[in-house]
């Protein structure tokens, strides 16, 4: 059969992939040409030529500094200098010094059993005490140390246990660092003669053994502590002042020959020429690919959202290349008349834009990109490449447009946004004035501020003229679209309350209740809401088959079979989902129409149909339930449970949840247990004091319990 569309529309499937929305290789390609206009918009802005030198060449001009900057490497030099003068320090380990005392102790508590063992000959005796010595303290001991041991007596060896701690004790309470072990060890020696000389009264023998056993006992406990000596170093670091190269500073005259140190400088302050007239290109191509691969793995990480979705990266992409357009048709108009026009930067009509189509954090993380474009794009002076002063009032611009536009509930918040971002682009614009005065007049002055005044307000009429064109274009559901969905007068809406009160009625009481379990687990409440409101529309098709429009009509269900009813109510979602289609509600809206009930059981009818069924004939429960799909996201499966009842409100909500959990209903979103109980209260809540006449599903016939049916 001969394909009968359009060429066009042929060349344009094989050109785009079906799965273009998740495609790498779209998404790279979304990249790849973002980064080329990024480029291409920032490309006559980058740093002229600069001066030609080498180190000992003579310099063709005078040359100054232009801005005041930190000589980085003097001041490095000099924090490492103060660094180094610090001197190791070191933490004495009482611990170590107590358990060496204990040991001796314990050690001459043994050898004195040892000693005054009458079944043990000097042979064994020195035997053990080596054994025992191994043990307590170990260390090199001559076999003359382990004899005299073992034939000294007991009265002695109190006198030797003694003077070896007293030594002991005293050199390690002094603190022994590793490096000290030997002239510590030493000591002993020393100490043993002043105490000879003092008339001790130890002998020969005794003083052998205090003297071996003192120097193995001595045992470094004075560590170095690397915390502490690092501290003082930092601090001696820290006090040292930055060392500044200062506007105006002569770095080389002209007809001076070249230094090392006079390089450097040059070097620092970006003001040398080097090789070929492309290396500023080639930078700022490098500059572009590392601003693009941070914005990547920033948008993977924390927005899987647009990392996922290429419409939603589209769409973002053509935002900030609006705001850059716009930024860079400006810089054409900076002259000497105009140089501070750069702070009518347009940043906020970016921020946004995509704090309302996106996301606030996303926001926050673009504002960082073109401010850092804005940098480049008003530098007037031409000496470096990035101009902070204009930097920093976009940053400042941008971010406050974001916070102001978090949480909006109407449009007109949109200017209120763009006063506040007019109002914070003021105190940055005077202060620098205020901090730097001789950079500029009084008139200069003004004129920033007058321009900073602007920006905002600017921002905001160009978010509200090109808003409605992105939600149409992207299918974009803001929270500002959400309020206009949720005005009453909207045809469906006015549709559903003329047609079906009672459908109209029960969808705003769930509408409440969604929101407030929605926002109870931190979902998109108005989302919710909204989504409720239109959750039943296609019950207006056939209204009288709803038990809430009925009033006190006959129930046209008590004269239909089972399987007809089931079909009636069934079809009401897919019913929906056509009228939501037909009056271009966006999609999010009509899932939650398509999902809110799942797959779930028409109970009453299933259990009619059993009462019903004939000899012979089957009841298939999967005939009585619904398509589905099950609820995808949380906004969807909160609406599936709010189910307002007359009575017994906290047992049956719980109940409800309970059934639809163990019927599979909400594995395929991300709802878990606490947050299926943080929705239970906020829908118990809500519900006091409210009841709804709903249909009373009865309970399985007694019959039939146990019996699995189909």
Request: proline share 4%.
């Amino acid at each position: 059969m001969k394909d009968k569309r359009e060429p066009s529309s042929i060349w344009l499937e094989k050109l785009i992939p079906k799965d273009w929305k998740t495609s790498a290789r779209i998404q790279i390609l979304l990249y790849a040409i973002f980064g080329i206009a990024f480029y291409l918009l920032l490309m006559k802005h980058v740093l002229p030529e600069q001066y030609d030198v080498k180190v000992g060449s003579i310099s063709p001009a005078t040359i100054v500094s232009p801005v005041t900057k930190a000589d980085e490497f003097a001041t490095e030099e000099a924090k490492k200098q103060a660094a180094n003068a610090v001197e190791t320090q070191y933490t004495k380990n009482d611990t170590l010094t107590s358990k060496q005392i204990d040991r001796i102790d314990h050690f001459f508590a043994d050898v004195r059993k040892i000693v005054t063992a009458a079944d043990l000959n000097e042979e064994d005796k020195v035997a053990k005490i080596k054994a025992i010595l191994k043990e307590a303290i170990p260390g090199n001991f001559t076999e003359h140390f382990y004899v005299n041991l073992a034939r000294t007596s007991p009265e002695k060896l109190t006198d030797i246990r003694l003077k070896t701690r007293g030594i002991v004790y005293d050199i390690l309470q002094e603190g022994v660092r590793p490096q000290e072990l030997s002239e510590k060890r030493d000591s002993v020696d020393r100490v043993l003669v002043t105490s000879l000389l003092d008339n001790d009264a130890l002998d020969s023998r005794s003083r052998s053994i205090v003297r071996e056993l003192a120097k193995q006992s001595i045992i470094p406990n004075e560590m170095v502590d690397e915390e502490k000596t690092e501290q003082l170093r930092e601090a001696a670091r820290d006090a040292v002042k930055t060392i500044p190269i200062n506007k105006g500073q002569i770095i080389v005259s002209a007809g001076e020959v070249v230094t090392k140190d006079q390089y450097r400088k040059l070097e620092e302050l970006g003001l040398l020429r080097k090789n070929t007239h492309l290396l500023p290109y080639l930078g700022l191509a490098v500059l572009t690919g590392f601003l693009l691969v941070m914005l990547f793995f920033y948008v993977r990480r924390f927005h899987s959202n647009v990392y996922t979705d290429n419409k939603n990266l589209i769409l973002l992409f053509s935002i900030l290349l609006l705001t850059l357009s716009g930024m860079k048709l400006l810089a054409f108009g900076q002259n000497l008349e105009w140089n501070t026009i750069g702070y009518l930067a347009p940043v906020g009509l970016g921020a946004m834009l995509i704090t309302l189509l996106l996301d606030i954090e996303l926001a926050l993380g673009c504002v960082v990109l073109l401010s850092i474009s804005s940098s480049v794009f008003y530098n007037a002076d031409h000496q470096l490449l990035f101009d902070f002063r204009y930097g920093i009032v976009s940053l400042v611009n941008g971010a406050a447009s974001a916070f102001a536009l978090a949480g909006v509930r109407k449009r007109s918040a949109i200017l209120r946004a763009g006063l506040i971002a007019s109002t914070a682009s003021v105190i940055p614009i005077v202060s620098m004035y205020f901090m730097v005065p001789a950079d500029g007049t009084s008139q200069a002055l003004l004129q920033s501020v007058i321009f900073g005044v602007l920006s905002g307000i600017f921002s905001a009429v160009l978010t509200i003229g090109t808003l409605p064109y992105f939600e149409t274009v992207f299918g974009i559901l803001s929270p500002l679209r959400l309020l206009e969905l949720s005005n009453p007068n909207h045809p469906l809406l006015r549709k559903l309350l003329i047609e079906a009160p009672g459908t109209y009625h029960h969808s705003i009481i769930v509408g409440n209740l969604a929101e407030a379990a929605a926002e109870a687990i931190g979902a998109d409440g108005l989302l919710a809401r909204v989504g409720a409101y239109y959750h039943d529309v296609g019950k207006t098709k056939r209204p009288q088959f709803f038990i809430e429009n009925q009033l006190y009509r006959e129930n046209p269900h008590d004269k239909i079979s089972p399987n007809l009813s089931k079909t009636i109510i069934i079809s009401h979602t897919r019913d929906g989902v056509e009228l939501l289609r037909q009056h271009r509600i966006p999609k999010p809206i009509q899932d939650i129409a398509s999902q809110h009930h799942g797959t779930t059981l028409l109970k009453y009818f299933y259990y009619k149909a059993l009462k019903q069924q004939k000899d012979g004939a089957q009841v298939l429960e999967e005939n009585y339930r619904y398509p589905g799909p099950k609820a995808q996201f949380k906004e969807a499966a909160i609406r599936s449970l709010s189910r307002p009842t007359p009575s017994r409100i906290e047992n049956l909500v719980r109940k409800i949840i309970r059934d639809r959990l163990e019927d599979g209903q909400f594995n395929e979103c991300d709802l878990t247990l606490k947050e299926l109980d943080l929705i239970s209260k906020s829908i118990c809540e809500t519900l006091q004091g409210i009841f709804h006449s709903r249909i009373e599903y009865p309970e399985e016939p007694e019959t039939i319990k146990g019996v699995k049916h189909g």
